[in-house]
Each structure stands twice: as structure tokens, then as C-alpha cells.
């Protein structure tokens, strides 16, 4: 048990997730989740502890409910309470049309999407209404507030996970848990540079994306991991039901 609530981090070792964890990890007790990717997840506490913070590695299958009412009262239990839950982690997904898109890989994005960020959303709501409230951030995409071509496997789950936030936000509010989304546009991280380097279709769409970015470059990790801590802080306190954009203008 630490003095400070602690804070759960759904993919809280990729890309965005490390960065995130670190960030958090300043302020807050971090329970760090994996799927795969044990060893990364645990080194990565132990960054954070050595520098002064404090966290844990714990497994979680967002598509498997029992999993995440696991990790949560794992985490619960961990730090004695429990003031936020992020999910940082998505599907890889194929940058193609539509009509070209396969059964398969379509009921595979929306089981991790959008049912995984429902069992988030049920039980994150739960455990924060017991202790009072709190803040759960979801990651969306930036193609929730524009489209963009080959990039429809993207947009149209997250928009339905942007409906589940914005619902809860509104079910949950009384309780004082507050139910945000953060959608990015293109960051300097993960699926994103791996895609650009190995996929030429993935880097049509990026480099579409970025001529449109008025600002003119990628995001930074750290960027991203400042309006995550922003929004699961006591500062963002009247903020709830909102999907915020950090994509450097792309989605204006």
C-alpha cells in the first residue's frame, strides 16, 4: 500500500505505453498491463522504481472481462487504491479499403476495440465508483473526428469506443468518474514506424496524413504521455466526455 493512488495502465509498455508509464510513473503508484511481452513490461517497472517511482508488471486480455476485473483489483490490491485506468493498446491493423478489408481481420479489430474497451469502460466504472470516482482514458485515433483513405479499420471501431466514452462519461458522471479519449493523429512511436518502414500502403496513408498536419511534423511519445497524465490528474477535473485531439492540427 503507498500514501498515493495508484494508476493502471493498459498497454502500458508499447509505444506510447512506455512513455505514458514513465510520465504517470512521477506522480503515481503504476500497475503497468501486457498481453505478450513479459520481460519488456517488468523492465520497465523497474526503470520506473529505480528512479524513484513505484510499479508493477501485471498480465490482462482486454478482450476477456475476468481478465480485467483481475488486473484492476490486482492493482487495487497492489497500491491500496485506485484513482485512474488508461488503455493504451489496439490491434495492428490493415490499411486497406473497406471492400478490401477481410472477415477475419474485421471481427478481430472490433473484439479487441470495441468489445476489449467496453470491458475496460464496465469495469474500470465499477471499481472507481467504489472508492468515489476517478479517471478513465481511453486512446482513440485521430480518424474519429476526420477519415482518411485506407485507414477505415481505424476509424470506424475507435468511433464506436468514442461512443462508449461519451456514453459512460454521461452514466458514470454522478458517481464523479470521469470517462475521456485521447485521439492521436501521426506519433514518432511503435505501430506507427514500424508500419512506415515495411508497409508501402501504411506509408501512403502516413504521408497523406502528415501533409494535411498543419504543424507540419510527427508527435512526440512524451507529448501524448503529458495529456494522459493531464487527463487522469486532479487538474482535469471538469473534464469529462471528450475525445481530445493531439495530432498537430490534422483533424481542424
Known amino acids: 500500500m503507498t500514501e498515493h493512488p495508484g494508476v493502471a495502465i493498459l498497454g502500458g509498455s508499447g509505444g506510447l505505453g512506455s512513455a505514458i508509464s514513465r510520465r504517470i510513473g512521477r506522480r503515481a503508484p503504476v500497475t503497468i498491463g501486457y498481453l505478450q511481452g513479459r520481460e519488456t513490461a517488468e523492465a520497465l517497472a ?15 486480455d482486454m478482450t ?72 478513465i482514458v481511453l486512446f482513440v485515433t485521430t480518424a474519429v473526428l476526420r477519415t482518411l483513405e485506407n485507414d477505415g479499420m481505424s476509424g470506424v471501431p475507435k468511433t464506436a469506443v468514442a461512443g462508449l466514452l461519451r456514453q459512460s462519461a454521461r452514466e458514470c458522471g454522478p458517481a464523479n468518474v470521469r470517462c475521456n479519449g485521447i485521439a492521436p493523429g501521426v506519433i514518432d512511436a511503435g505501430i506507427v514506424l514500424t508500419a512506415f518502414e515495411v508497409d508501402e500502403v501504411a506509408k501512403a496513408v502516413i504521408t497523406s496524413c502528415m501533409d494535411q498536419t498543419p504543424l507540419g511534423r510527427m508527435g512526440k511519445p ?11 490528474s486532479p487538474e482535469a477535473a471538469y473534464i469529462s466526455g471528450q475525445i481530445v485531439a493531439i495530432d498537430g492540427g490534422y483533424s481542424a
Open 64 to 135: 476477456d472481462a475476468s481478465s480485467v476485473e483481475a488486473f484492476l483489483a490486482g492493482a487495487t490490491a497492489e497500491w491500496g487504491d485506485l484513482e485512474a485506468i488508461v488503455s493504451a493498446t489496439g490491434p495492428q491493423i490493415p490499411l486497406c479499403a473497406l471492400e478490401d478489408v477481410t472477415d477475419a481481420d474485421f471481427t478481430r479489430i472490433f473484439e479487441t476495440d470495441v468489445h476489449g474497451s467496453f470491458n475496460v469502460l464496465r469495469a474500470g466504472a465499477a471499481a472507481l465508483k467504489r472508492r468515489g470516482g476517478g479517471s
Open 46 to 60: 523497474a526503470e520506473i522504481t529505480e528512479a524513484g517511482g513505484s510499479a508493477t508488471a501485471a498480465a490482462v
Open 222 to 232: 512524451e507529448e501524448v504521455a503529458a495529456l494522459a497524465d493531464f487527463l487522469t
